[in-house]
């Protein structure tokens, strides 16, 4: 066997190039580099700056909360009002409904009326985001395509499923889940979506984070939220086409002082209104926060609470000043089977215990089926979020990367201790032919019994949650009516107290 040794490689000698030439294409190359380099210098340092300006608490004097102005929010008589411009009118205080593309889930078009859909829906965006080519090629508005005659307020954030987030918003934009799994929406994609849907109002992009987050994170959160408030006011000023009303949220999460800072810059921004969610908040505790971040903002603008966890909380809400808040928490209600039996002109009438599941029968306690009518029952907006975020069923380097994207808030935050409900998936109900509630005027309590919708819980049929939606609305409807009548007596305190010690007495006997 042969071997050829390898000659040496020549060296190709390259002609050298005009030194003048080169000396200018180094000059010229360098000159660009260093002019680089000072932009990104210059933006780093403008945006540092402007961050330290914005939200750092040690070169900032601590904002107080208008003490003048709380005191008035005691006596609850500012709820009363009217807040319109030439396009619409909304009188406080008021209960929106959250839709689904502007549908209230659970209920057909045809059982729809101005009782379940009230006369403002709370759109999430990523219900939209699959017909806004659709709208653009229609030339409709959101409200058109969908056949409804009520206002439209577009909201990126998801109140009903307040997804942890952290880790996916980022300063380009704010993540979306729709049908086809996660999207980045910026700045300039949301505003352009505003324009094609024609909402009413909507709000704008927010970084919003728990309160569970450290000092850092929620700075940036804040940072983020500010500049995209910023960016859809020039839109809105550049472009005179676009009606829309702007709302901007407040962030901070849950941090006093933060909330404090962001709620005095946006009170001097050109906005219709102002939005606080409810997943920014702690769990509990809450309430003389609110009040210090309403008493800052200009008392002719509204504020809308939205994620509210419960019935209490809502009336917590209008309590603290805000003008109007949203029905989230009803799809919660509904979908594990939970129907509303609170007497709201007479809280302390609770219902009657004969009635209630009793959890040492044998029928309860033998029974499985109610305990497995109650997992996912219902179509829930959770199934569109990925498995990277509820982090099931992921291979051990999806958990590094995506840990910690879980719910804000937990199931129990919602019910069954915490608001006056009756759990109707229960055997107990199985044989009570009589109303869900009594002396309601519902459609479903006009038609249905407790025993028909426990037997469509049980077998999972898809009317279940219809009925209880409608149910579970009126009776809604019917606390808010009961919230203004105390309102304009002055004694919406009272029922306050009246409805916290009617709860912690339902809470002792469950």
Known sequence: MMVTKRSPEKQISVPDVNPAKRLKVEKDENSKT???????????????????????????????????????????????????????????????????????????????????????????????LSCVKVLEKLNKSLADFVRTSNKIVLNPFNSSEPYDLTSFNDQLGMSVWGKGGRKKITSKEYLCIVKICQPEMFVSLSDVVPSSVNKKRANKSCYRTLQWVNEAITYLSDNNTVTSRLLAPIPGSGDRQLMMKSANLLASRQVFGYVIERATLPVEGWEDLVKDIVSILPDSRPVFMLGVLNEMEMVKAYNCGCHFVDSS???????????????????????????????????????????????????????????????????????????????????????????????????????????????????????????????????????????????????????????????????????????????????SHS
């Open 34 to 128: 260093v002019i680089r380099n000072q932009t990104v210098q210059e933006t780093i340092k403008s945006k540092k700056r402007n961050e330290s300006i914005l939200i750092n608490p040690e070169l900032e004097v601590k904002i107080e909360p208008d003490e003048t102005r709380r005191s008035q929010l005691n006596s609850s008589s500012h709820l009363i009002r009217k807040f319109e411009n030439e396009h619409f009118t909304l009188n406080s205080p008021d209960i929106f409904s959250h839709t689904h593309c502007g549908q209230v889930p659970h209920v057909t078009t045809d059982l729809c009326s101005t009782s379940v859909n009230g006369e403002v829906s709370i759109v999430p965006l990523h219900s939209v």
């Open 329 to 507: 928490f009803l799809l919660h209600f509904s979908n594990k089977g939970q129907a509303m039996v609170l007497n709201s002109a007479n809280p302390t009438q609770l219902p009657d215990p004969s009635k209630q599941p009793d959890s040492s029968s044998e029928e309860a306690t033998n029974d499985s089926s109610s305990e497995e009518a109650t997992k996912d029952f219902g179509p829930s907006l959770a199934e569109n979020v990925p498995s990277e975020v509820t982090g099931e069923n992921e291979d051990k380097k999806k958990k590094k990367r995506e840990t910690g994207k879980v719910l804000i808030f937990k199931p129990e935050h919602y019910m069954p201790s915490k608001s006056i409900t009756l759990d109707l998936v229960s055997p107990v109900y199985t044989r009570q032919f009589c109303k869900i509630a009594e002396n309601c005027e519902c459609f479903t309590c006009q038609r249905h019994t407790r025993g028909y919708v426990n037997h469509l819980l049980i077998t999972r049929e898809l009317l279940a949650p219809t009925l209880l939606m409608l149910h579970n609305t009126y009776h809604v409807r019917n606390l808010v009516n009961t919230v203004k009548d105390k309102v304009e007596r002055g004694d919406l305190a009272k029922y306050k107290e009246t409805l916290d010690e009617v709860f912690k007495l339902k809470d």
